[in-house]
C-alpha cells in the first residue's frame, strides 16, 4: 500500500514563496510518478507538475512553468514543489498523488492516479 504524507502549506504574502514535500512510502514498482494537482473553491481537480522516477523528468502545466519547479531527493523517496512569485490565484489545496507506468500522455490526467495524499493548503494573502 502507497501512502503519501504532505507537508509545507501555509499562508504567504503575495509574492512570497512556499516548498511543499511529498513523501512516499510502499508500492513495489520503481517506474513511477508523482505529482502535485490542486483545488481552489468551486473549481476542478487540476494538474500543477510532475517528476518521474526513475529518471528525474519533470512535467508542468504551462501557465506555472518559470515560477514553479519540481525536484526529488531519490534516498527518501521525496518530491518537492518549490512555489515562487505566488498570486493570490495559487491559493488552493495541494495534493501530491502517484501513478505507476508514467508515461508523458497521461501524466497530466489525475483520473490516472491511483495514491493521494490528504492535501495542504496554500493561501495566499495581503
Known amino acids: 500500500q502507497v501512502q503519501l504524507v504532505e507537508s509545507g502549506g501555509g499562508w504567504v504574502h503575495p509574492g512570497g514563496s512556499l516548498r511543499l514535500s511529498c513523501a512516499a512510502s510502499?508500492?513495489?514498482?520503481?517506474?513511477?510518478?508523482i505529482a502535485w494537482f490542486r483545488q481552489a473553491p468551486g473549481k476542478d481537480r487540476e494538474f500543477v507538475a510532475a517528476i518521474r522516477w526513475p529518471n528525474g523528468a519533470t512535467f508542468y502545466t504551462d501557465s506555472l512553468k518559470g515560477r514553479f519547479t519540481m525536484s526529488r531527493e531519490r534516498a527518501k523517496a521525496t518530491a518537492y514543489l518549490q512555489m515562487n512569485n505566488l498570486k493570490s490565484e495559487d491559493t488552493a489545496v495541494y495534493y501530491c498523488?502517484?501513478?505507476?507506468?508514467?508515461?508523458?500522455?497521461?501524466?497530466?490526467?489525475?483520473?490516472?492516479?491511483?495514491?493521494w495524499g490528504q492535501g495542504t493548503q496554500v493561501t495566499v494573502s495581503s
Open positions: 510502499g508500492g513495489a514498482s520503481n517506474s513511477y510518478a
Open positions: 498523488a502517484r501513478k505507476v507506468n508514467p508515461i508523458a500522455s497521461t501524466i497530466r490526467n489525475k483520473e490516472r492516479y491511483d495514491y
